[in-house]
């Protein structure tokens, strides 16, 4: 077992990265203090993973949506559910599957001990019967139908079906009603046995508990896994946007609207640097306090819904300008006239100021949230990069470095704007 503690002078914060004999690479960030702990037990398995080779082995192809039902379908035991045995430790327990992992958490204030027990418990306890699986079926049916009437829902899958041509990021994440009828125990056992290799997963624990307290625990309760190799298989992604424009009409107050930007991907996610210049370029130019925004407030374009985001994963990368407007179409055109300037005219040194110290700020003020601690190192252990090394780039990126990185991003020749309008 390989213990290591990962320090941050400027900061005067520490947390341990242990890698386990079992294969789980296992993270605990102690705050001292604290009367409250998060824990998450991950794997980078997400929607986007449909079609993989194990071990160079042959193709599989699984239906859309699978990753989300193995997640519904952990929590299920012979004996009962996990939901029943936290309820008698009073951990407030949850799970959520994305594009690109599913994850498994709670929280607690008493009780740590044996909430963790239940978490390492029954993720690594699949129990699949035809039965079970054919009753999710129609639970997990009512959510898709529920998320095709959500606005907000559409807003953002419309604007991703109309970006992308082939990688399955534009594809539901619960997938369809036809997709999930076709999955099986055989399929669920599949992926599990793929994706949820300890050596593909990752526990991170903050808060109220130590590194030999979480270890005795994991001795305990981790099953010792061989390591194998998982290759994700994706079609080729066109360097365009399929189309450019999307409207479906469903009831709304105010129309909303998804603008993204097609940006360059690779296989592997980004790194910290160039993740925390995007950070500070992005908050320099949509932020409450920037140029951009006041003028589209000022003009009456947007309201306090506006929002921006980078979006990225194995294989695809976007910018999502987003919120409520009675003329999208304007605001679009604002903001690719205003990306179009700044690339010309270059960036206002005070707005790089004040977005750099406001992006090191919120960074160094998201170390006072369990959470937030167990999200991100979660999330960046997946994408090979480290909390402290984003937050000290954060800190050392200078005027040129952000001018570099909108260079690089941004082209307002790729574009999709998704709007949803009153029906």
Request: proline letters at 3%.
């Amino acid at each position: 077992m390989n213990i290591t503690e990962i320090k941050s002078d400027a900061l005067s914060e520490k947390y341990y990265k242990v890698k386990h004999d079992s294969g789980l690479t296992i993270y605990v960030y102690p705050k001292e203090g604290y009367s409250s702990t998060y824990a998450i037990f991950g794997t980078k398995y997400g929607s986007i993973n449909n079609t993989f080779k194990v071990d160079s082995g042959d193709t599989v192809r699984v239906p859309d949506g699978i990753a989300h039902y193995l997640e519904h379908k952990l929590f299920e035991s012979e004996d009962g559910d996990a939901f029943s045995r936290y309820a008698k430790t009073g951990a407030n327990a949850n799970a959520y599957t994305s594009f690109d992992k599913t994850c498994y958490l709670f929280s607690c204030t008493d009780n740590f001990e044996e909430s963790l027990e239940i978490l390492l418990d029954f993720v690594q306890s699949p129990y699949f019967t035809k039965e079970t699986v054919q009753k999710e079926q129609g639970i997990i049916g009512q959510e898709i139908k529920m998320y095709d009437d959500s606005p907000a829902w559409r807003v953002m899958f419309n604007m991703l079906m109309n970006m992308y041509k082939n990688h399955p990021v534009r594809i539901d994440i619960a997938g369809t009603v036809d997709s999930i009828a076709q999955i099986t125990p055989e399929y669920l056992y599949t992926c599990y046995n793929t994706y949820y290799n300890l050596n593909n997963m990752v526990l991170c624990v903050a808060g109220n508990a130590t590194v030999d307290t979480v270890l005795s625990i994991a001795d305990k309760m981790l099953k010792k896994c061989e390591p194998h190799t998982i290759d994700n298989i994706f079609e080729d992604e066109p360097d365009y946007v399929m189309k450019d424009y999307v409207e479906q009409h469903l009831p709304v107050g105010m129309p909303l609207f998804n603008l993204g930007f097609k940006e360059k991907a690779g296989d592997k996610r980004v790194d910290e640097k160039t993740l925390a210049f995007t950070e500070i370029l992005l908050f320099m130019l949509a932020s409450s306090t920037s140029t951009l925004y006041r003028e589209l407030m000022d003009k009456g374009l947007i309201n306090s819904t506006f929002s921006y985001e980078f979006f990225e994963g194995e294989g695809f990368a976007s910018t999502i300008f987003s919120g409520e407007s009675h003329d999208p179409e304007k605001v679009a055109d604002i903001i690719k006239e205003y990306i179009k300037s700044l690339k010309v005219n270059g960036i206002d040194r005070e707005e790089f100021d004040i977005a750099k110290k406001a992006t090191y700020g919120d960074a160094v003020a998201s170390l006072n949230s369990t959470d937030n601690i167990a999200n991100m190192i979660a999330d960046f252990d997946f994408s090979h990069r480290e909390l402290y090394a984003y937050i000290e780039a954060i800190a050392k990126a200078s005027a040129q470095d952000i001018e570099n990185r909108l260079s690089e991003m941004l082209d307002i020749e790729k574009t999709t704007l998704s709007v949803i309008k009153n029906s």
